[in-house]
């Protein structure tokens, strides 16, 4: 036997504030909230990458300042709201979670003559022999790991922070 529950909430209240703020306004809360839930992906990932991988790895060159690798984005894109956190800026973070494959070399001899291509007519110098091993870099999917950890969390966290500001930016609006 089933049991029908019949549950009435009264929202009149959050319906006549959410009237109040322009669209613009609650965009923004959206954006914010969701920024500052998947921050702490950010950040932990950022502290992985600089435990698992030294700075001189991902450094560009002697002298040059080392940069976040992680990056916080958000756009709108056909009226949704995105926010994407982005490791994917620097080329050799991407090596070192994704992997390379087997690399060589061209080859190591100029023979001494140039070659027309068909296609734009440059020149090249053709090379023999044969081509060096340089090996290639495991996986270490430093990032999915570490989105697997928090895709919970990062969910909770965003409907808190919503709520957060909405009730913030409705208190705001009724003081004025």
């Given at each position: 036997m089933s049991s029908f529950c019949d549950i009435r909430i009264d929202d009149?209240?959050?319906t006549s504030a959410m009237s109040t703020l322009s669209?613009?306004?609650i965009r923004q809360v959206y954006r914010n909230?969701?920024?500052k839930a998947v921050r702490p992906l950010a950040k932990a990932t950022e502290q992985r990458y600089s435990v698992l991988l030294s700075r001189e790895k991902l450094n560009a060159g002697k002298g040059k300042?080392?940069?976040n690798?992680?990056?916080l984005i958000s756009r709108t894109r056909n009226g949704i709201i995105v926010v994407k956190v982005h490791i994917m800026q620097d080329y050799k973070?991407?090596?070192f979670e994704m992997g390379t494959n087997k690399r060589y070399t061209k080859g190591h001899r100029n023979v001494g003559y140039y070659k027309l291509r068909p296609d734009s007519k440059r020149r090249y110098v053709r090379r023999t022999g044969k081509p060096g091993y340089r090996g290639y870099i495991h996986p270490?999917?430093?990032f999915t790991t570490e989105q697997q950890k928090q895709e919970k969390s990062i969910v909770a966290n965003m409907d808190r922070y919503l709520n957060e500001g909405i009730t913030k930016?409705?208190?705001k609006k009724t003081k004025s």
């Open positions: 009149s209240q959050l669209g613009k306004e909230s969701m920024k300042k080392s940069q690798i992680v990056k973070a991407k090596w270490r999917w430093i930016l409705i208190s």
